[in-house]
């Protein structure tokens, strides 16, 4: 068990809905990191926030928005979405410092259908 | 630009047979280089971290080489088993706080099989 929790573990919509993911970081950490994988894809980078501030981005598209409440956890919001959309979507934290590790959740298995 | 590359993209091997996967970057100024494992549909675990001044660091039958110098990495399986078989990703940690400082390679899938 990392110690990130993410929520739901599965997720079947339609095209065109919205959903939102959840991420719960370990505890004191205060980077959290979102990441897609799409199918037989690697880990493509989308958003990370530290401590409540968006810190970097990367290919996230204009649909997707993420962001970090005062608790740390974070929700990455995807809307209108499209069958290429569905992936498997991972959080990991850390504590943003130099030597610092990234926990990875269990991801979350979006299906778009 | 900060790039890490791996290869090769994907290995099959034969069980107890040993491989070599291989991580280059360009992250500079570069902290330490983290070999995970992913399971299929499975978040990646940490399996060896190494930081400037090591260049060897082993975790049962998994043994991790650094070149800080010519910044590469190779990830040395031994005596291999079926739950080998994963993902194995190079994870590069730049030098900066806050910032997005982890640069991951796509990953090298391996398939051991009987």
């Known amino acids: 068990d990392s110690g990130v929790t993410q929520t739901p573990k599965h997720l079947i919509t339609a095209t065109g809905q919205r959903v939102t993911l959840r991420c719960s970081p370990r505890s004191g950490d205060l980077s959290v990191y979102w990441y897609q994988q799409s199918l037989d894809q690697g880990l493509q980078f989308l958003i990370q926030y530290y401590n409540g501030e968006e810190r970097a981005k990367g290919n996230i598209l204009e649909r997707f928005s993420a962001q970090q409440f005062p608790d740390l956890h974070s929700e990455l919001n995807l809307s209108s979405l499209e069958l290429g959309d569905s992936a498997l979507y991972f959080c990991?934290?850390?504590?943003?410092?130099?030597?610092?590790?990234?926990?990875f959740g269990q991801g979350t298995r979006l299906t778009v259908v | 630009k900060n790039q890490v590359e791996q290869s090769p993209q994907s290995l099959i091997i034969l069980e107890g047979k040993n491989c070599t996967l291989q991580c280059n970057y360009t992250v500079s100024p570069f902290s330490n280089l983290r070999w995970y494992k992913q399971d299929t549909g499975r978040g990646p675990v940490s399996l060896t971290i190494?930081?400037?001044?090591?260049n060897t660091k082993s975790n049962g039958r998994y043994t991790a080489t650094l070149d800080a110098d010519t910044k590469q990495s190779s990830l040395h399986i031994t005596a291999s088993q079926l739950s080998d078989s994963a993902s194995y990703i190079c994870v590069v940690t730049g030098f900066q706080t806050g910032a997005n400082n982890l640069f991951f390679g796509t990953g090298t899938r391996l398939t051991v099989i009987p």
């Open positions: 190494m930081t400037f001044s090591e």
């Open positions: 990991a934290s850390s504590t943003g410092g130099v030597n610092t590790e990234a926990f």
